[in-house]
C-alpha cells in the first residue's frame, strides 16, 4: 500500500482545497480553538480513499481525534496512517 501514497496524498490535498478550509484570524473568542479540519469532516475523505483503494477504512484508528491544525499536518498524519492500515490488511 505505501507504493500508493501518491495517490492517497494527492487526494488527501484534492478534499482539503475542496473544503477550502481558510486560517481564520484570530479574534480572542472560542472560534480561535477550532482546528483548520475538524475530524467529522475529515471522515468524509474516508469514502474518497475507499473508493480508490478498494478496501474499508475504519475511521476511528485513521482520524486523528480533535481534526488537523493545517494542510500539511492533515496530509502527512492522515495518508501515513491509511497507507500503514493498506499495508497491514490487504496481505
Do not use: C
Not at 24 to 30: I, K, N
Not at 45 to 68: A, M, Q, T
Amino acid at each position: 500500500m505505501h507504493d500508493r501514497l501518491p495517490e492517497i496524498r494527492a487526494e488527501l490535498e484534492q478534499f482539503w482545497a475542496d473544503q477550502d478550509p481558510l486560517a481564520p484570524v484570530s479574534t480572542g473568542t472560542v472560534d480561535d480553538l477550532v482546528a483548520a479540519m475538524d475530524s467529522v469532516t475529515a471522515v468524509e475523505v474516508l469514502e474518497r480513499l475507499e473508493s480508490l483503494l478498494g478496501i474499508e477504512l475504519p475511521s476511528g484508528d485513521l482520524i486523528k481525534r480533535g481534526g488537523y491544525d493545517n494542510k500539511d499536518q492533515f496530509v502527512d498524519e492522515l495518508s501515513a496512517a491509511v497507507a500503514n492500515f493498506g499495508a497491514e490488511h490487504t496481505k
